[in-house]
Every structure is written in C-alpha cells, then in structure tokens.
C-alpha cells in the first residue's frame, strides 16, 4: 500500500485526538475543518514515511533527533500563536481566530529565524536559587513550557501530549 493511501477513518481517528488533546490542553483547531484535514494527511504520511509525525509544512531529514523540534507539536506552536494567532500550518490557532474574531496571517518560520540568529547561542541561562541544590531535577516540556520536579521526565507532557524526548533539563 503506497503511503499517501490514507483512508477517511484514518484522518476521521487522527482528527479527533487532535481535538480531544486540544480542547483538554487548553488549544484550538483551526476552525475550517477542510483544510486542518489536508494537514492530517500530511502528518499522517510523515508518520508513515519516517515514523514520526513531523510538521507537514516542513522538510523533515529523516533523522529524528535532527527532527524532534519539529515534531507536531513543534516547538515553536505556542510562541507562533501568542505572536501571529496561529502556527507555522495554521493548525493550531489562537482562541480569537477560532472564534473568527481575528483572521490568521502568513507568517515566518520560526525554526528558520531562529537557526539564523546567533542570539540563540547567547542566550543567558536563568540563575535561580544560586547556590542552592534542589532534591529533585526539573524537567521543562520544550513545546509548551510545562515544569515539573521528579527523577525523570514524564512519558507524555500532561498539558501539550508531547512525549519524553521533548523535555529537557531546565537548569536553576
Ligand atoms: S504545531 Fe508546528 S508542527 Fe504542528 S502543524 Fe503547527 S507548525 Fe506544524
């Protein structure tokens, strides 16, 4: 079966995760069902094609690790929305465009500015609590800033659904 075989069901059971996750998380769809569709299938045929679900509008490598930022959620989802109301693919949007009191606009790839930028390297890591050690790490979801203290990350980020490897070590 090729690949971009995708059967209603499949976009149908995709779709609604999608929406359980969000309405539970605090997330909106984009409310022309239509085209977030068009962007399930292209989530889909990532998944098949390099296991992982990565972002349809962009080009993944092959390699997951090269790729996780990208990864739908991406990192970038919540930023993208707080800023131009909706992601890179307009999948997600802000409250107000679901509620079609704003429109979403065409707007810059985050990953691309943010690769270009060499800010990034400068950025300065928080200092808290100098000096003090914690009794345990603390774990930050890179998708949706989500914190939490225990020995290891969680399988699955409780807010955004974005799974372990997604979290980093969020250094006082
Ligand atoms: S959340 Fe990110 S990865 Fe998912 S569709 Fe939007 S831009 Fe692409």
């Avoid at 984009?30 to 992982?52: A, C, T």
Wanted: glycine residues 4%; proline residues 6%.
């Amino acid at each position: 079966m090729n690949i971009n075989d995708i059967t209603p069901e499949e976009v149908s059971t995709y779709y609604k995760k999608l929406e359980k996750n969000a309405t539970h998380s605090g997330y909106f769809l984009n409310p022309d069902k239509e085209f977030v569709n068009e962007l399930i299938k292209g989530l889909i045929i990532n998944r098949k094609r390099y296991g992982y679900a990565s972002c349809p509008c962009r080009l993944a490598t092959d390699t997951k690790v090269q790729d996780l930022d990208i990864i739908c959620p991406c990192d970038y989802r919540d930023q993208d929305i707080n800023e131009f109301g909706a992601c890179f693919c307009a999948l997600y949007v802000s409250q107000e465009v679901a509620k079609g009191k704003a429109k979403a606009r065409s707007i810059p790839d985050r990953r691309v500015l943010i690769s270009d930028s060499i800010d990034q390297q400068a950025r300065p890591t928080p200092i808290l609590a100098q000096g003090k050690t914690a009794k345990y790490p603390v774990w930050r979801c890179k998708v949706c800033g989500y914190l939490c203290a225990r020995d290891s990350a969680p399988e699955v980020c409780p807010i955004c659904k974005a799974t372990k490897e997604r979290f980093e070590e969020f250094v006082f």
